[in-house]
């Protein structure tokens, strides 16, 4: 495979990564009441296993399931926003030399990041094990956020590969 043809899977990873987020930021505006029940549910913990051990931690508050749930939404926004910057950037350097398109992956890892920090820490460690999801039949989202964490270890893993000069043939 040519360096310019990395280069634009590249791009295109990262451009399939703002379409994933846009798509779910979009979802959690249009559905807001469906998606608002998921978090209401699983921060209740009302759907878990009868005598579950754990219910002191449930927040039953609507306050902060509302808080909680804003700001799901704010960063799943965000992840959106910066993988759409460093799409662009990355097309507009492809064929630029490597230090400028790797520099253009900047805003491809805070996006990343910001996956990870929704769908492996937000839902797989606190949705799951703080708050027990992983017990509910209904309102259970654990192995789509793995699913998800794992596709983004995978796009994070390809697209940090350094990238060479372009060599002309």
């Known amino acids: 495979m040519s360096n310019l043809t990395l280069r634009y899977l590249k791009v295109l990873i990262v451009f399939f990564t703002a379409l994933f987020g846009t798509a779910i930021f979009a979802g959690n505006l249009m559905d807001y009441h469906s ?3 998921f978090v209401q549910h699983v921060l209740s913990m009302d759907t878990t296993f009868d005598g579950n051990a754990l219910m002191w931690r449930s927040i039953t508050s609507p ?12 960063a799943e926004g965000l992840f959106s926003l910066f993988a759409w910057i460093a799409a662009v950037r990355m097309l507009r350097n492809v064929k630029q030399e490597a230090k400028l398109f ?26 799951s094990e703080w708050f027990a ?34 060599v002309e043939v």
Do not use: P
């Open 35 to 37: 998606n608002y029940m």
């Open 63 to 74: 306050i902060l399931h509302t808080v909680a749930y804003v700001g799901i939404i704010a």
């Open 133 to 166: 999801m992983w017990q509910s039949d209904t309102w259970n989202g654990k192995q789509t956020a793995m699913d998800i964490t794992e596709v983004m270890i995978g796009f994070v893993i390809l697209v940090s590969l350094r990238d060479k000069e372009l």
């Open 102 to 127: 790797n520099n253009a992956k900047t805003c491809a890892y805070i996006a990343y990041m910001l996956a990870f920090c929704i769908w492996f820490f937000g839902f797989a460690i606190v949705g």
